[in-house]
């Protein structure tokens, strides 16, 4: 059953009660926190208004005569003709403006010059940094520390806020679990609870304890919702969920960033069952609104609204605006529907003034919380000074950078590298500085990344030890190539194989059918392992990448992703050891493209291909491939070997509202000092409704000195064995469930818990 745009009242509350309950324990702030005269300020304004001020009030544009490369080029006004529109109350707010001199114009149209004074918002893509390039969100995702996420999106809020910037499309907390997919490089991965924690850090960070500090953005957890389940990982595609799956995998993140604090949200561009999310009132008004009691409010994404006339869902741009208004779209991005068709639809009487007053009394709120009736040109002044610190936003780049890098290999401990006495070839077309930054670098002003090139000549004793070659383009053979690559590697005591995907394969409408290293490439990394040297892939992605051959079985392989600023240095703190890597796939890597879309928390099938079974026909399996993942969801090493042991799960006694307790050794046998991040993961083996055959429920990143031993403790509670049932409730069921605690989503030591029916209110449980 999909999400429809209207329900009788009784089923509609059962399908959303759900959504309530599951994964959420506080209540969506709301902006009724304002004191008593803001608020009669706000009224007074509405009373005031004109309806097509009303409107204007809903309408978002990109600035005037710009075109940004986030969004499709198209028809602009001339400045002169947008100031007279911000004069005229027809615009809220604008979007991706850089620079002070032009908002301040159009902060003085609508303060200064317009009938009503009240200013506008300035919102932009801040994806992973502004000033400071940050990494991908979904690197960031692979250092498994929410903690760390927050401090970067406070420091990208701190340098746009000193642009004037007040509000942020972000963070994305889309569930991916197609790697074809683009926009999975704005997420957290394909886990829902590691996903809702990242939700929750980044809106903390963006929006800091309190919106209206001069430093504070409004964030929007995006799309909303179901759009990383596109059909075939195609961006901008339909999406066909059950409700069930739409609640238990696709909206927790949402409801996490929501009680985090978030006052936006940006509806998706897809349908989910038929119905386009931008129209969809079952999402926008009875999930949000109706069951998790949000009060801010929802904006299209990029023309989203005008798109339902492309999906066949309304006849023409007056059908669009009214749809998307009344299924509870309050801001119109770049279209100017509601602009053009909110008023005649309010005089007709096709849209209630109370809809409309409400959007608009939203709206003002939150530009009321964040300070800008009170200070319009906070952060648009030209300050003398540095804005921000430099120095130390960067010192944050390097360290975030490093702590995402995942190492998938390291055979004959290879890896790390001596600075002195080894000569190393650095092959590939990433040596340089080209693509570090990754998707969503839309402002100027940054300053020069730093390449591997640079970094590693910076680290070795002697740099002359170090030489640099090509090789092949990212897609295409260079002339002579490899046979220099070759010639290098043969030279070499060790080869540093950049390789990958440019930062125009993953992002927005970059979906890919094929996820596999491209063939130039490929052929280069063959013919350069033929030499026998050790080889050290250093892999530049913003997906899941199906890794084979000489990829796939090189000695080390790390998982460089999109870096940011602190690309190179980052990459030799890790290459020398001065860094240990400690990140961990937020996404798992298939062995095969064929097997996408792949995650680890897929459903049991009746005839199931255990692993430790031989394979047979008649089972759910491939013919040229089995089961597994290439790299686990959760997979990375360190540069110490640990050891798992010791699991123990405790009796609970307590009645069925208490908890039980998940303990297990963890013995560092190496020489180093490990950082380890220890997984939790659960499963019901008989339930009413199939359940998948893990699912994370806790993680803990541990530091542990070399030949030490530190015990890791998961507390489980009800709330963590709960499900939505089949008359759609939130439920859980008594029965057997097994628990897994170990270094990722395959494997790790397996004990068993026994939970008891509901009359004797106990648990019982035994580990092994």
Same mark, same amino acid.
């Given at each position: 059953?999909?999400?429809?745009?209207?329900?009788?009242?009784?089923?509609?509350?059962?399908?959303?009660?759900?959504?309530?309950?599951?994964?959420?324990?506080?209540?969506?702030?709301?902006?009724?926190?304002?004191?008593?005269?803001?608020?009669?300020?706000?009224?007074?304004?509405?009373?005031?208004?004109?309806?097509?001020?009303?409107?204007?009030?809903?309408?978002?544009?990109?600035?005037?005569?710009?075109?940004?490369?986030?969004?499709?080029?198209?028809?602009?006004?001339?400045?002169?003709?947008?100031?007279?529109?911000?004069?005229?109350?027809?615009?809220?707010?604008?979007?991706?403006?850089?620079?002070?001199?032009?908002?301040?114009?159009?902060?003085?149209?609508?303060?200064?010059?317009?009938?009503?004074?009240?200013?506008?918002?300035?919102?932009?893509?801040?994806?992973?940094?502004?000033?400071?390039?940050?990494?991908?969100?979904?690197?960031?995702?692979?250092?498994?520390?929410?903690?760390?996420?927050?401090?970067?999106?406070?420091?990208?809020?701190?340098?746009?806020?000193?642009?004037?910037?007040?509000?942020?499309?972000?963070?994305?907390?889309?569930?991916?679990?197609?790697?074809?997919?683009?926009?999975?490089?704005?997420?957290?991965?394909?886990?829902?609870?590691?996903?809702?924690?990242?939700?929750?850090?980044?809106?903390?960070?963006?929006?800091?304890?309190?919106?209206?500090?001069?430093?504070?953005?409004?964030?929007?957890?995006?799309?909303?919702?179901?759009?990383?389940?596109?059909?075939?990982?195609?961006?901008?595609?339909?999406?066909?969920?059950?409700?069930?799956?739409?609640?238990?995998?696709?909206?927790?993140?949402?409801?996490?960033?929501?009680?985090?604090?978030?006052?936006?949200?940006?509806?998706?561009?897809?349908?989910?069952?038929?119905?386009?999310?931008?129209?969809?009132?079952?999402?926008?008004?009875?999930?949000?609104?109706?069951?998790?009691?949000?009060?801010?409010?929802?904006?299209?994404?990029?023309?989203?609204?005008?798109?339902?006339?492309?999906?066949?869902?309304?006849?023409?741009?007056?059908?669009?605006?009214?749809?998307?208004?009344?299924?509870?779209?309050?801001?119109?991005?770049?279209?100017?529907?509601?602009?053009?068709?909110?008023?005649?639809?309010?005089?007709?009487?096709?849209?209630?003034?109370?809809?409309?007053?409400?959007?608009?009394?939203?709206?003002?709120?939150?530009?009321?919380?964040?300070?800008?009736?009170?200070?319009?040109?906070?952060?648009?002044?030209?300050?003398?000074?540095?804005?921000?610190?430099?120095?130390?936003?960067?010192?944050?780049?390097?360290?975030?950078?490093?702590?995402?890098?995942?190492?998938?290999?390291?055979?004959?401990?290879?890896?790390?590298?001596?600075?002195?006495?080894?000569?190393?070839?650095?092959?590939?077309?990433?040596?340089?500085?080209?693509?570090?930054?990754?998707?969503?670098?839309?402002?100027?002003?940054?300053?020069?990344?730093?390449?591997?090139?640079?970094?590693?000549?910076?680290?070795?004793?002697?740099?002359?030890?170090?030489?640099?070659?090509?090789?092949?383009?990212?897609?295409?053979?260079?002339?002579?190539?490899?046979?220099? @690559? %070759? +010639? $290098?590697?043969?030279?070499?005591? *060790? #080869? /540093? =194989?950049?390789? !990958?995907?440019?930062?125009?394969?993953? &992002?927005?409408?970059?979906?890919?059918?094929?996820?596999?290293?491209?063939?130039?490439?490929?052929?280069?990394?063959? @013919? %350069? +392992? $033929?030499?026998?040297?050790?080889? *050290? #892939? /250093? =892999?530049?992605? !913003?997906?899941?990448?199906?890794?084979? &051959?000489?990829?796939?079985?090189?000695?080390?392989?790390?998982?460089?992703?999109?870096?940011?600023?602190?690309?190179?240095?980052?990459? $030799?703190?890790?290459?020398?050891?001065? #860094?240990?890597?400690?990140?961990?796939?937020?996404?798992?890597?298939?062995?095969?493209?064929?097997?996408?879309?792949?995650?680890?928390?897929?459903?049991?099938?009746?005839?199931?291909?255990?692993?430790?079974?031989?394979?047979?026909?008649?089972?759910?399996?491939?013919?040229?491939?089995?089961?597994?993942?290439?790299?686990?969801?959760?997979?990375?090493?360190?540069?110490?070997?640990?050891?798992?042991?010791?699991?123990?799960?405790?009796?609970?006694?307590?009645?069925?509202?208490?908890?039980?307790?998940?303990?297990?050794?963890?013995?560092?046998?190496?020489?180093?000092?490990?950082?380890?991040?220890?997984?939790?993961?659960?499963?019901?083996?008989?339930?009413?409704?199939?359940?998948?055959?893990?699912?994370?429920?806790?993680?803990?990143?541990?530091?542990?000195?070399?030949?030490?031993?530190?015990?890791?403790?998961?507390?489980?509670?009800?709330?963590?064995?709960?499900?939505?049932?089949?008359?759609?409730?939130?439920?859980?069921?008594?029965?057997?469930?097994?628990?897994?605690?170990?270094?990722?989503?395959?494997?790790?030591?397996?004990?068993?818990?026994?939970?008891?029916?509901?009359?004797?209110?106990?648990?019982?449980?035994?580990?092994?």
């Amino acid at each position: 059953m999909s999400v429809r745009s209207s329900f009788p009242r009784l089923a509609l509350l059962l399908l959303l009660l759900p959504l309530a309950l599951l994964g959420a324990c506080a209540t969506a702030p709301s902006p009724g926190g304002l004191d008593r005269a803001s608020l009669a300020r706000i009224e007074s304004l509405i009373a005031r208004m004109t309806v097509e001020e009303k409107a204007g009030q809903l309408s978002l544009y990109a600035p005037a005569a710009v075109d940004t490369v986030a969004n499709p080029q198209g028809a602009r006004q001339s400045e002169e003709e947008q100031l007279a529109q911000i004069r005229a109350g027809r615009v809220t707010g604008l979007f991706n403006n850089e620079g002070l001199e032009g908002k301040r114009r159009a902060q003085q149209a609508a303060v200064k010059e317009s009938r009503l004074g009240i200013p506008l918002i300035f919102g932009a893509d801040i994806i992973h940094g502004f000033r400071t390039v940050f990494p991908v969100p979904l690197a960031e995702a692979a250092s498994w520390e929410p903690a760390l996420a927050e401090r970067t999106a406070h420091a990208s809020a701190v340098e746009a806020t000193a642009d004037g910037f007040r509000w942020t499309f972000a963070p994305m907390v889309d569930i991916a679990r197609d790697a074809r997919w683009g926009r999975g490089i704005e997420g957290a991965g394909e886990d829902v609870h590691l996903g809702r924690q990242f939700a929750a850090a980044r809106v903390r960070g963006f929006q800091g304890p309190e919106l209206g500090r001069a430093n504070a953005m409004l964030a929007t957890p995006k799309h909303f919702a179901g759009y990383g389940a596109a059909e075939g990982g195609l961006d901008y595609n339909a999406v066909d969920l059950s409700e069930r799956t739409l609640r238990e995998v696709y909206l927790p993140p949402f409801r996490a960033a929501i009680d985090a604090g978030a006052l936006s949200v940006m509806s998706a561009f897809n349908e989910i069952g038929g119905i386009p999310s931008n129209a969809n009132r079952a999402l926008l008004t009875g999930v949000l609104r109706e069951e998790w009691g949000f009060q801010g409010f929802v904006v299209s994404d990029y023309t989203a609204d005008e798109e339902l006339i492309a999906h066949g869902f309304a006849a023409d741009g007056r059908e669009a605006a009214k749809r998307a208004f009344l299924a509870g779209t309050d801001v119109s991005m770049q279209s100017g529907l509601y602009m053009k068709y909110l008023p005649g639809l309010v005089a007709e009487g096709e849209v209630p003034m109370s809809r409309l007053d409400d959007a608009v009394r939203r709206v003002l709120r939150i530009k009321q919380r964040l300070g800008l009736f009170d200070h319009p040109f906070r952060g648009l002044e030209d300050a003398p000074g540095p804005r921000f610190d430099a120095a130390a936003h960067q010192a944050l780049a390097r360290e975030a950078a490093g702590r995402s890098i995942v190492m998938l290999r390291n055979e004959n401990d290879v890896l790390p590298l001596p600075r002195s006495g080894r000569r190393i070839a650095l092959i590939g077309p990433f040596a340089g500085t080209d693509d570090l930054f990754g998707p969503w670098r839309i402002f100027p002003g940054q300053q020069p990344p730093v390449g591997i090139e640079q970094a590693i000549r910076q680290s070795l004793a002697a740099p002359e030890l170090l030489t640099v070659v090509r090789g092949a383009n990212v897609e295409t053979p260079i002339p002579g190539g490899i046979e220099a @690559a %070759v +010639a $290098a590697a043969r030279e070499a005591d *060790v #080869v /540093l =194989l950049s390789i !990958g995907e440019n930062d125009q394969m993953s &992002g927005e409408a970059r979906s890919r059918s094929d996820i596999e290293i491209p063939r130039a490439q490929q052929e280069l990394a063959e @013919a %350069v +392992a $033929a030499t026998g040297k050790p080889v *050290v #892939v /250093l =892999l530049r992605n !913003g997906r899941a990448l199906a890794l084979r &051959g000489a990829v796939r079985n090189a000695n080390a392989v790390l998982v460089t992703w999109f870096l940011g600023s602190q690309t190179g240095p980052a990459i $030799a703190d890790v290459l020398f050891g001065d #860094v240990n890597p400690s990140g961990r796939l937020p996404v798992s890597f298939p062995q095969t493209p064929g097997q996408v879309p792949y995650y680890y928390a897929h459903k049991r099938t009746g005839r199931p291909q255990l692993a430790d079974a031989p394979a047979t026909f008649y089972k759910a399996r491939y013919l040229d491939a089995t089961n597994d993942p290439a790299f686990a969801f959760g997979h990375g090493m360190g540069y110490a070997r640990v050891r798992y042991d010791a699991l123990e799960v405790s009796p609970a006694r307590t009645s069925w509202d208490g908890t039980a307790t998940v303990r297990a050794r963890i013995t560092n046998t190496g020489q180093r000092d490990a950082e380890e991040v220890a997984q939790l993961y659960v499963a019901h083996r008989a339930a009413s409704i199939t359940r998948p055959v893990r699912e994370l429920k806790g993680f803990r990143k541990l530091r542990i000195p070399a030949g030490q031993s530190a015990t890791v403790e998961f507390t489980l509670t009800r709330a963590d064995l709960m499900f939505i049932g089949q008359d759609m409730v939130p439920t859980v069921e008594p029965g057997q469930f097994d628990l897994w605690v170990g270094p990722s989503a395959a494997g790790g030591l397996r004990g068993g818990m026994t939970l008891l029916p509901e009359s004797r209110r106990s648990f019982f449980f035994s580990g092994n």
